[in-house]
Every structure is written in C-alpha cells, then in structure tokens.
C-alpha cells in the first residue's frame, strides 16, 4: 500500500468516527468494521454518481474535449505545459465526483511552472486561446442540469471543470478527504497566527 492510499485511509477512517460521535486520538485506530462500512457507502456512491455522469450527463464529452485539447497542446510543442494539465483535467473529468482540484503550491510550498510567476502568464494566455470556450460549454452544461432539479449535483461537476478550465496550470486533483485535510492545516495556522498577533496586542 502506497504512502498516498494510507494517508487516505487514515483520513477517512478518522472522518468515518467523528461522523458518529466517536472522538479518536492519534493513536487510536479505527475500528476496521465501522470504517469498512462508510467507505463502501462513500465508494458506491461515488461510483454510481461517476458512471451516470460518464455515460449520460456530459462526462464522455468533458473528457473527450479535454483530451482534444490536450493533444492539440502536446503538438504545439511550446504548450506541454499546458498539454499536460488538460490530460489531468481529461482524467479528472471522466469521475469528478469525490475529487477535487487544489493549487499544487498548497501540498507542496514549491514554485514550479504554474504557482510561479511565469504562471500568470500562463492562465492569461490559455484563458484567451481556449480556456474561455471550455468554461462556457461546462457552464451552460451546468445550468441544463440544475434547470432539471435532480441534475444538481452533476450541474456542479460541471461548474468545478468551468473554474478549472480558467486556469488549469498549476492545480493537481486529489480526494475531497486529502483537499479537506489541506483546508484543516490552513484554518488551523491561520487561527494560529491570529491568537498570536491577539496576544501581541493585549501585552
């Protein structure tokens, strides 16, 4: 098991018992029956929710798309960069439900092509070149769905690939659990720095 699917686990199990009112310290371990049982209902959701929308509600077309323009970018030469962001996007796009895309520079604090300057000029051109068609087609593939009610939830798949079609350059695609996790270690420093600068105030 990869270091990556144990960190998974170990999030999800520590979710699937604060769920239920279970408190769990750092070194309890989850029960193996409670987890099982909430991850196998997450899962099959989650499945269901990725093959109704890759064969009905747009998913087939959201990757074919991508993959288009993946390629058209790899045969530019100069728009690997971007070539390579579309085919994480392609991927993405087949199951986007229980995932989600986050800056890179919020997993790992380095600068590369897209978290670093060089990165806006990045997004600006893509957004002009093709950027803007691909978030028009998911946004009005977005508003079909939610204007049919139980659409809702694939309509925001489709509006989470319209704000990554804006700028793909620099985002990776992890689990909701891992992008949470990230979102935790954040609230938590920023709450952090603000007690400090409170206490520097009072003294």
Not at 12 to 29: D, F, V
Not at 96 to 111: C, K, N, S, V, Y
Not at 135 to 159: D, K, M, N, R, S
Request: glycine letters at 10%; one cysteine or more.
């Amino acid at each position: 098991m990869s270091r990556f699917t144990q960190l998974s686990v170990a999030i999800m199990s520590r979710h699937s018992l604060q769920g239920r009112g279970i408190s769990a310290g750092e070194g309890t371990p989850a029960s193996p029956v409670l987890f099982s049982r909430c991850h196998g209902r997450i899962f099959i959701v989650r499945r269901v929710g990725n093959v109704i929308w890759f064969l009905f509600l747009g998913g087939f077309w959201a990757w074919a798309s991508w993959l288009a323009v993946s390629l058209l970018c790899f045969v530019s030469i100069i728009g690997s960069p971007w070539g390579h962001a579309c085919l994480d996007v392609a991927e993405f796009s087949a199951s986007p439900f229980g995932r989600e895309a986050i800056d890179r520079q919020r997993l790992a604090p380095r600068a590369d092509i897209g978290t670093f300057e060089f990165g806006a000029l990045g997004h600006t051109l893509w957004f002009l070149l093709l950027g803007l068609w691909l978030a028009l087609a998911h946004l009005a593939a977005g508003l079909v769905c939610c204007a049919t009610f139980i659409g809702i939830p694939f309509g925001y798949q489709h509006f989470k690939l319209a704000l990554l079609a804006i700028c793909p350059i620099g985002k990776t695609i992890v689990p909701y659990e891992i992008g949470d996790q990230v979102r935790r270690r954040e609230y938590s420093a920023a709450l952090n720095r603000f007690r400090a600068n409170h206490l520097l105030e009072v003294k």
